[in-house]
């Protein structure tokens, strides 16, 4: 079954349904069938995917199709792929990161041929079928099936000019932590710097015009380097005078960022170790972040 020919159905025109359809059709994939509730997609489906079905019932993106991606919020994929009646030889896939694809089989589905294809990339912000290919050209998807759909979802990445790899359910938890940590935690940070911004009276545009250059250039350095040569910071330095001094300014101003500070700090450590920071610094750090949840405790108090 593996071919262009394919006629492909999406259940849920989300950011994520939106996006995969639209750069699969641009890559000649046939995206026959949509079902979602939403007004708004609808408009948007039918400017970008013109040929594009918009059915009524979700059963009849299965009915009409060989292969169904089941984008809709994580928490409701399961209950909701219980009432869909599946033929043996169709595909069923969902996007989600954090779930195997096992929570896809039911009592209605003849299938064996079930499936995960999760873009490790954000999607926000796609409102055009260049901005839907370029974002999911160049990255990673993890992957999991069996059979035609597996050699399927190879070669939509492949397509999309992006690599597969295969992650077990019993990897999950930490495949999507890891990429909680770089897109939705790397937010929360910058979200973090920015109220310290203004903390000194700054609004967020001007926050917003020192922190980007600075997070941009830390990133290419990164891919330029690697993550251990582009470690820069007190911490890397030994400066424990400077890092006491961040500690009480964030204590006294801004004590809802002390734990975030002091958890990043103490993640810190070890690698400050592998490079080179010698015993003594290590353990006057490790003090100092005892020293702080005890000033924490006492201020609790």
């Given amino acids: ?84 009646v599946v033929n043996e030889n169709q595909g069923i896939v969902h996007c989600s990161g954090s779930l195997p694809r096992s929570i896809l089989n039911n009592a209605n589905s003849k299938t064996r041929f079930t499936g995960m294809f999760h873009p490790y990339q954000t999607l926000a912000g796609i409102d055009s079928s260049a901005a839907a ?25 492949e397509a999309l000019d992006s690599r597969t790899i295969h992650v077990p359910a019993s990897d999950l938890g930490i495949y999507h932590s890891s990429a909680v940590l770089v897109c939705g935690f790397l937010a929360t940070l910058l979200h973090c710097a920015i109220s310290l911004w203004e903390e000194m009276g700054h609004n967020k545009d001007d926050a917003m015009k020192a922190i980007l250059p600075l997070a941009t250039s830390t990133l290419s350095n990164i891919g330029n380097l690697g993550v251990l040569p582009s470690m ?32 990043l700090f103490q993640a810190s450590l070890p690698i400050a170790q592998q490079l080179g920071a010698d015993s003594s610094t290590i353990s006057a750090f490790e003090t100092l972040i005892k020293d702080t949840l005890e000033r924490k405790l006492k201020c609790a108090g």
């Fill in 133 to 157: 290919v370029g974002r999911l050209s160049g990255i990673t998807f993890a992957i999991d099936a069996e059979g035609w759909l597996l050699d399927q979802l190879i070669s939509f990445g």
């Fill in 232 to 263: 820069t910071g007190p911490i890397y330095r030994g400066d424990i005078a400077t890092i006491e001094n961040h500690i009480s300014s964030l204590i006294s101003r801004t004590p809802q960022i002390v734990d975030v500070y002091t958890s």
């Fill in 1 to 84: 079954m593996l071919s262009k020919d394919l006629e492909i159905g999406f259940i849920g025109i989300g950011k994520m349904g939106k996006t995969l359809a639209v750069a699969l059709a641009t890559h000649g994939y046939r995206v026959t069938a949509c079902y979602t509730r939403s007004s708004t997609a609808t408009s948007e489906l039918k400017q970008l995917l013109p040929r594009c079905v918009i059915t009524s019932t979700s059963q009849e993106v299965v009915d009409q199709t060989n292969l169904v991606f089941i984008t809709i919020p994580d928490d409701l994929i399961q209950n909701y792929v219980q009432d869909l």
